[in-house]
């Protein structure tokens, strides 16, 4: 099916590991892209081809893939990183977008 | 470091048609390898992807608004312009432009701050 599942909220308690996930059949044939957004902002890109992070992103954000499954990982979050997290991917006819319905992560 | 603004009229009538534009600065529209794209947002839900256009002037739209959208380009202007006919309440949403970076990969980068469109009578 064409579209991208994500888990509506997760919660992590500062500085630990928190792991976002993304499910959907394209993502077996096609990259991931990762993007944040907080309130009030338009998103920004946080991590590009499943696994490449734009300069100026922290290196605690990272991605990764397997099979039709790709994660976002936050090492450490700090409390501004509460904000809702997209993920993005090509349906499976390859020309249009779509995006997972979003991860809101809360800071503990 | 090339920025987008997108802008147009913040409350459109039922059944009319709502259009935007995205200016961009910085750089010019029609080099590079890019796609010019439009995304948008209901109030507290996830982002859609309503189309593209690529600088050649090709097009590709997200299949459950192709009836109702066009997207164009203006590189006299650097701008690209959403339309979006027949709109209802539903159309409702802050409506972002975005260029999208053509490799192997591709991603959005930058985004534009969003410009809220209101459909009501």
């Known amino acids: 099916s064409s579209e991208l599942t994500q888990d509506p909220a997760v919660s992590v308690a500062l500085g630990q590991t928190v792991r976002i996930t993304c499910q959907g059949d394209?993502?077996?044939?096609?990259?991931a892209s990762w993007y944040q957004q907080k309130p009030g902002q338009a998103p920004v890109l946080l991590i590009y081809g499943n696994n490449n992070r734009p300069s100026g992103i922290p290196d605690r954000f990272s991605g990764s893939s397997s099979g039709n499954t790709s994660s976002l990982t936050i090492t450490g979050p700090q409390a501004e990183d509460e904000a809702d997290y997209y993920c993005n991917s090509r349906d499976s006819s390859g020309n249009h977008w779509m995006f997972g319905g979003g991860t809101k992560l809360t800071v503990l | 470091q090339v920025q987008l603004q997108e802008s147009g009229p913040g409350l459109v009538k039922p059944s009319q048609t709502l259009s935007l534009s995205c200016t961009v600065s910085g750089g010019s529209i029609s080099s590079g390898n890019y796609y010019w794209n439009w995304i948008r947002q209901p109030a507290g839900k996830g982002l859609e992807w309503i189309g593209r256009i690529y600088t050649s002037g090709s097009t590709n739209y997200n299949p459950s608004l192709k009836s109702r959208v066009t997207i164009s380009v203006d590189t006299s202007k650097n701008q690209f312009s959403l339309k979006l006919t027949s709109v209802t309440a539903a159309d409702t949403a802050m409506y972002y432009c975005?260029?999208?970076?053509?490799?192997?990969?591709?991603?959005?980068?930058?985004w534009g701050q969003g410009t809220l469109v209101t459909v009501s009578s």
């Open positions: 394209s993502l077996r044939s096609y990259y």
């Open positions: 975005a260029r999208e970076v053509v490799t192997a990969i591709n991603w959005f980068d930058p």
